[in-house]
């Protein structure tokens, strides 16, 4: 007899996905999204929810549909150095290089830097990064229940304020939409789409996914498609929530900009705007909230990179890799939220397009019997783009032209630009992926290789 779950289950299960996905990203990107696009928010909106929210679960459901122990297993069926090389970066760019920081910095811009004055921002920024990591690195260190009961209570709390900001934003907006900025301008749906990028939840997904099954399993589901088919349900459920969250602040944010005008970063947003509906009390709240948030957001990606990396070097103690990844936050959060989004953007454009291509090939593997050529080329495929994409767009947010590129960097780009469709909205990858899987796929079924794995 197969074991079935309760709707309350799968509710329970993925509000806990939803947990592990929502932290700094989800609220300051979707309200810079919402004041940068103005007139043009829905179809920026839209991009922003494919990447945002869509592609968190296609990878969920790629981990629960591989039957892969973790993602270093599942990206190894590419090679073994490949999975390695992949699953360390990719948890060194979710955890200590940009996502970890990135919570302290949003944690300062949310629930402090608004009521700091002005001169003092960068020694009230050290000092609350200092606790802030401190606090992060004791928990870590010594795991306890506090963690999981903080980050459970404060799910639902957050969910319940953003929701009444977001209601009364609503039914009394604080001002029109104004004209599009930027990219915004003429392509907003396209600009959405890479934005959604930042918020780094497709590439957590890779790792959450495990969790999900692992936990999926601890309620007696055993089979395969049982466990994929409760992980498609549960996967709904996160991806729903963070859509709602994401069409709400997005909104929020398009009508602050009138009144409050634009700011660098969406970090200001929200505190401006429940300062204006709510007053000091609804600051204080919200800033307890984020900041409690971020904390267990943070503990939690100390772990997960702590464990990882210690499973991989495993003369090197869980808690001196902690230790260590804890500092590295600390000095990169007092670079300031706009230096560590400035600075990931370049390694996100690497990133996704593998991410993506590992997710296709998961999901169409069995139509080409697991042919390791077809991994290899579909991902060398990618790597050989998104790299320029993402060596361009380092040269591009550090502020130089074109004019300024190195020629070899120029003739790349140019000849890119001239035969991929796409490639200049930063998605050139998407054609070529698809031809080489499509062409290696044909070799795979007439030579009939040895498959990537067993």
Same mark, same amino acid.
């Given at each position: 007899?197969?074991?079935k ?10 509000? @806990?996905l ?49 039957g ?5 297993? #599942?990206a ?39 009521s ?20 992060t ?6 795991p ?23 209601i ?22 396209? /600009? ?40 498609? /349900? ?26 409050l005008?634009?700011?660098?970063t ?25 900041i409690?948030? *971020? ?9 997960? *990179? ?5 499973t991989?070097i ?12 804890t500092?590295? *936050? ?15 953007i ?11 291509? #590992? @997710?296709?090939?998961?999901?169409t ?36 032209? /074109?004019t ?10 140019s ?21 080489? @899987? ?17």
């Amino acid at each position: 007899m197969q074991k079935k779950l309760s709707f309350s289950s799968y509710l329970a299960i993925g509000v @806990m996905l939803f947990a592990l996905f929502f932290g700094a990203g989800n609220l300051i990107f979707p309200a810079q999204l919402g004041q940068y696009s103005g007139e043009n928010l829905w179809p920026a909106t839209v991009g922003f929810l494919i990447t945002g929210a869509g592609l968190p679960l296609l990878g969920i459901l790629a981990m629960g549909f591989s039957g892969s122990r973790n993602l270093q297993e #599942l990206a190894s069926r590419v090679h073994p150095i490949y999975g390695l090389i992949f699953t360390s970066l990719l948890y060194l760019t979710i955890g200590p290089f940009f996502a970890a920081p990135r919570t302290g910095a949003v944690a300062f811009e949310i629930g402090i830097a608004s009521s700091i004055p002005e001169g003092y921002t960068k020694i009230a920024l050290f000092i609350f990064t200092l606790l802030f990591f401190g606090i992060t690195l004791w928990l870590s260190l010594n795991p306890a229940k506090i963690v999981d009961r903080v980050g459970k209570l404060m799910s639902p709390i957050i969910i319940v304020l953003l929701l009444v900001l977001l209601i009364v934003a609503f039914l009394n907006p604080m001002g029109e939409f104004q004209s599009p900025v930027d990219a915004y301008a003429k392509g907003a749906f396209v /600009k959405g789409l890479t934005e959604g990028y930042n918020t780094m939840d497709a590439l957590a997904s890779l790792v959450f996914g495990i969790i999900v099954i692992n936990v999926l399993r601890s309620y007696g589901l055993k089979n395969k498609m049982q466990i994929f088919s409760a992980t498609v /349900k549960t996967g709904v459920v996160a991806s729903g929530i963070l859509a709602l969250i994401y069409v709400g602040i997005a909104y929020l944010g398009a009508t602050t900009t009138e009144r409050l005008g634009l700011f660098e970063t969406g970090g200001p947003v929200l505190s401006e705007t429940a300062s204006y509906y709510f007053g000091t009390i609804g600051t204080v709240m919200l800033a307890i909230v984020i900041i409690l948030a *971020c904390l267990t957001t943070s503990i939690g990606l100390m772990t997960a *990179c702590g464990e990882y990396f210690n499973t991989i070097i495993p003369k090197v103690g869980y808690k001196t890799f902690v230790t260590g990844f804890t500092i590295f *936050c600390f000095v990169v959060s007092n670079f300031g939220l706009a230096n560590i989004i400035t600075y990931s953007i370049p390694v996100l454009m690497l990133l996704y397009p593998l991410a993506v291509v #590992l @997710m296709l090939l998961t999901f169409t593997s069995p139509l080409f019997g697991h042919a390791r050529i077809v991994y290899v080329g579909a991902t060398a495929t990618a790597l050989l783009i998104s790299l320029f994409d993402g060596i361009k767009t380092l040269y591009s947010t550090l502020g130089y032209e /074109k004019t300024e590129w190195p020629s070899w960097l120029t003739s790349i780009d140019s000849f890119y630009n001239t035969i991929l469709p796409f490639y200049s909205d930063g998605l050139g990858w998407i054609l070529p992926v698809l031809i080489v @899987m499509i062409f290696t796929a044909l070799i795979a079924l007439i030579m009939k290789p040895a498959p990537a794995h067993r």
